[in-house]
C-alpha cells in the first residue's frame, strides 16, 4: 500500500515543487504579458471581439487605461465563406469559414508603430435537409475562431516589451521631425509668388 501510493506523492511533491519555480505546464495559466497598461480602441468599439480582447487583457494583468501611451487599436473582423467542395449529387457542400482580424498598436501623436493581421479558418459540411442546423453550426464555429484570435493577439503581445514601444516610438517621432523638416524647407525655397498682373479696363 505504501509503495503505491509514494510515486503519487512524489509527482505531488514535484509539482509544488515546480510551481514554486515559476513553472506552468504547457496549456496552463495566463499569458504573461510584459505590457501593463494599454488604452483599448476598435472599430466596433461594442462587438463581441474587443470584449473578449479586454478581458484577455485584464486577466493578464493589463491595465487597459484610457490615458496610456500606446493604443491597442482593432480594426475590425472581416469574414467570409466560399464553397470548398461539393458531395455527390451537389446535396451538401463543404464550406470554408475565414476570419480576419487586423490590428494596430499606436503610440503618441497617433503614430501606427506595430501592425499585423490575425486569421483563422474552420470547415463544415452544409446540410440541406437541415439548414437550420447548418447554420447553428457556423455560428458556433464563427464563435470558435473569434476566440482563436483572441489567442492569437494574445501571443503575440507576448512578445512586445514597454521598451520596444519606446524605442519605436523614438523612432516615429525623429521621421516625424525629419518630414516637418524637409516639408519647412521646401518651402522657404519655393520662389515668391508673382502677383497677377490686372489688365486695365476701358
Given amino acids: 500500500m505504501m509503495k503505491r501510493s509514494f510515486p503519487c506523492l512524489a509527482a505531488i511533491g514535484m509539482t509544488v515543487l515546480l510551481s514554486a519555480c515559476g513553472f506552468q505546464l504547457r496549456g496552463t495559466g495566463d499569458t504573461e504579458l510584459s505590457l501593463r497598461e494599454l488604452s483599448l480602441s476598435a472599430r466596433d468599439s461594442y462587438g463581441e471581439t474587443v470584449k473578449q480582447v479586454r478581458t484577455m487583457l485584464e486577466s493578464n494583468h493589463v491595465n487597459v487605461n484610457p490615458g496610456a501611451t500606446y493604443t491597442l487599436y482593432l480594426a475590425g473582423e472581416q469574414q467570409t465563406q466560399r464553397?470548398?467542395?461539393?458531395?455527390?449529387?451537389?446535396?451538401?457542400?463543404?464550406?470554408?469559414?475565414?476570419?480576419?482580424?487586423?490590428?494596430?498598436?499606436?503610440?503618441?501623436?497617433?503614430?501606427?508603430?506595430?501592425?499585423?493581421?490575425?486569421?483563422?479558418?474552420?470547415?463544415?459540411?452544409?446540410?440541406?435537409?437541415?439548414?437550420?442546423?447548418?447554420?447553428?453550426?457556423?455560428?458556433?464555429?464563427?464563435?470558435?475562431?473569434?476566440?482563436?484570435?483572441?489567442?492569437?493577439?494574445?501571443?503575440?503581445?507576448?512578445?512586445?516589451?514597454?521598451?520596444?514601444?519606446?524605442?519605436?516610438?523614438?523612432?516615429?517621432?525623429?521621421?516625424?521631425?525629419?518630414?516637418?523638416?524637409?516639408?519647412?524647407?521646401?518651402?522657404?525655397?519655393?520662389?515668391?509668388?508673382?502677383?497677377?498682373?490686372?489688365?486695365?479696363?476701358?
Fill in 83 to 202: 464553397t470548398a467542395s461539393y458531395t455527390a449529387g451537389a446535396r451538401s457542400a463543404e464550406i470554408e469559414l475565414t476570419t480576419k482580424l487586423p490590428y494596430e498598436i499606436r503610440g503618441r501623436n497617433d503614430a501606427v508603430l506595430l501592425h499585423d493581421d490575425l486569421e483563422t479558418q474552420r470547415y463544415y459540411v452544409t446540410d440541406e435537409n437541415n439548414i437550420i442546423g447548418s447554420e447553428q453550426q457556423a455560428q458556433q464555429l464563427r464563435r470558435e475562431m473569434r476566440a482563436e484570435l483572441v489567442r492569437q493577439l494574445a501571443s503575440r503581445l507576448q512578445t512586445i516589451t514597454p521598451q520596444r514601444l519606446d524605442k519605436l516610438q523614438s523612432e516615429a517621432d525623429a521621421r516625424a521631425r525629419a518630414e516637418a523638416e524637409a516639408a519647412r524647407a521646401a518651402q522657404q525655397n519655393m520662389p515668391p509668388q508673382q502677383s497677377p498682373i490686372e489688365i486695365p479696363t476701358r
